[in-house]
């Protein structure tokens, strides 16, 4: 029996001892292991987390500041099972993929907005929000030197330091899989990335794929009126929100499109029209920035 | 003056302040000190003033940065692509 296997095997286990029906294994991202038990599930974290963080972040999302906008843990507790850190959530309804345009940008965005008007003072002390480190390491992972990762690698190169900066709570790596729907309505969910940091990078995928011209205008519109409408200060307060969304979603431009060609290349097949789009953008944003950049040579 | 490739003669013409010495026998050109240079400057002028002006930037969209899409709206077709509706829901 692999140690995978011994991993599942304790996840189950630990799902049928809070859980009130069968423990299963949901499909996720291939770093995470789901288990769900009726009403509940099991979360093994990523390989190679650091507990003291989880712990930290754990704290904070069973705190009453955060009721209602971040799912909050049946406990406390991160396990460690076979070197992998472990926590136990109630289970809720994940967003349709087959309809994503029934998505709710709305819900989300004033979620968001709350999440960023919560007091830093009302939570315990919690790391470094977890989104411009997310950046450089998905682009360091890339291990070729086609065009494309060439593109991806340059563009990074040309963005100033990222870093997430003091600010307020901030969920760290916000999409439209960071939401479930509960009894009471929409909350999201994924502690691993919260923590302190400017809260326009909770804005930066819905920003990044509207430049690049994938989000249709009117959702971008719709999630950020609604945001705003919240009291949500990311964009800032003024008529134009690139002032303050511009890094953010350049940077998280860069990082889809480092995913999104890893993945093609793991697939074994070449970028399709959307990732060719996001590599196009990274282009964009090369020209620009080198223009801002570049020096007169006489 | 005597041509220093064919030791043919050579003929002195003045163009545009510019002094050439051309060989009757070769055809062969002698440029004086610093006429080379001139050249060089009077065809970079005649360059600038006859290139096309650089095209003026795009207007911004409204509302839209200026790295972003040139034309939004091209890609919106593509909204059922699996790759747009993963990117959509994953880390």
């Known amino acids: ?37 009726g009403s ?6 990523a390989p190679g987390a650091a507990e003291a963080p989880l712990v930290e972040r754990m704290r904070a999302v069973a705190r009453p500041a955060l009721r209602g906008i971040m799912l ?16 136990v959530w109630p289970a809720g309804v994940p967003v349709d993929h087959r309809d994503p345009d029934a998505a709710p940008w709305e819900a989300a965005a004033r979620l968001l907005a709350r999440l960023h008007a919560v007091p830093a003072r009302e939570l315990p002390s919690l790391p470094a929000a977890g989104g411009p480190a997310r950046v450089a390491a998905t682009v360091a992972r890339l291990d070729g030197d086609s065009a494309a990762e060439r593109v991806v690698r340059r563009a990074l190169a040309c963005l100033p330091a990222l870093d997430a ?4 709570p901030t969920h760290g790596d916000w999409h439209m899989g960071q939401l479930v729907r509960l009894p009471g309505g929409w909350i999201l969910i994924d502690v691993d990335d919260l923590g302190i940091g400017d809260p326009a990078w909770d804005l930066a995928r819905p920003a990044a794929w509207f430049a690049a011209g994938l989000l249709e205008p009117e959702v971008w519109h719709r999630f950020l009126g609604a945001y705003r409408a919240a009291g949500g200060l990311a964009a800032g307060a003024g008529a134009d929100p690139w002032e303050r969304l511009d890094l953010p979603a350049q940077a998280m431009t860069v990082q889809l499109t480092a995913a999104a060609v890893a993945t093609a290349k793991r697939e074994g097949r070449p970028l399709d029209e959307v990732e060719q789009v996001l590599i196009d953008t990274c282009q964009r944003i090369v020209q620009l920035r080198s223009a801002c950049h570049s020096v007169p040579t006489q | 003056m005597q041509c220093p490739k064919c030791r043919g003669a050579m003929r002195t013409y003045e163009r545009n302040g510019v002094h050439i010495d051309q060989c009757d026998g070769c055809r062969g050109i002698f440029l004086d000190y610093g006429e080379l240079e001139t050249l060089t400057r009077m065809e970079s002028q005649w360059s600038q003033s006859h290139a096309a002006p650089p095209p003026p930037p795009p207007p911004p969209v409204h509302g839209a940065p200026a790295w972003g899409a040139p034309h939004h ?8 692509q699996r790759s747009w509706v ?6």
């Open chain 1, 165 to 168: 900066g003091p600010g307020s």
């Open chain 1, 40 to 45: 509940i599930v099991v979360k093994a974290h």
């Open chain 2, 86 to 91: 993963g990117m959509l829901f994953s880390t």
């Open chain 1, 1 to 37: 029996m692999s140690d995978s296997d011994d991993l599942i095997d304790e996840l189950l286990r630990i799902g049928a001892r809070y859980g009130d029906a069968p423990a299963e294994v949901l499909p996720t991202r291939p770093d995470v292991i789901i288990v769900r038990a």
């Open chain 1, 72 to 87: 909050e843990p049946l406990t406390e507790e991160v396990a460690v099972v076979h070197d992998r850190l472990v926590t």
């Open chain 2, 73 to 80: 709206g091209g890609h919106y077709g593509h909204h059922r």
